[in-house]
């Protein structure tokens, strides 16, 4: 298991940006994909993006294409979330996660074994 510890969130205005960060330790960060997933309230947990071992590979949800990038230092076992002209609907509680394996799985939870505890992101209009 990975130990897996978010911050950056809070509240902003429509428009703006925030940068999420998820600090990692235990088992070996950079030897596995990493991917952030976010819960609106009432909603069910959805992928955001996701990310291989190296850097070299991502991908990210529809919703968040164009505005939204993840990155990861391996140096410094963290992943980040840069979230760019943020909307209302992006209001959420986000998560990242460690993968079982270095290369981007299919974007389920159920593919993703070890979770941070959230952080809050409200995006008020």
């Known amino acids: 298991q990975v130990q897996l510890v978010e911050s950056g969130g809070g509240l902003v205005q429509a428009g703006g940006s925030l940068r999420l960060s998820c600090a990692a330790s235990g088992r070996t960060f950079s030897s596995h994909a990493m991917g952030w997933f976010r819960q609106a309230p009432g909603k069910a947990r959805e992928f955001v993006a996701a990310?291989?071992?190296?850097?070299?590979?991502?991908d990210h949800a529809d919703s968040a294409k164009g505005r939204f990038t993840i990155t990861r230092d391996n140096s410094k076992n963290t992943l980040y979330l840069q979230m760019n002209s943020l909307k209302p609907d992006d209001t959420a509680v986000y998560y990242c996660?460690?993968?079982?394996?270095?290369?981007?799985?299919?974007?389920?939870?159920?593919?993703?074994?070890?979770w941070g505890q959230g952080t809050h992101v409200t995006v008020s209009s």
């Open positions: 990310i291989s071992w190296s850097g070299g590979s991502v």
């Open positions: 996660a460690a993968a079982r394996y270095g290369s981007i799985p299919y974007p389920t939870e159920a593919n993703f074994d070890s």
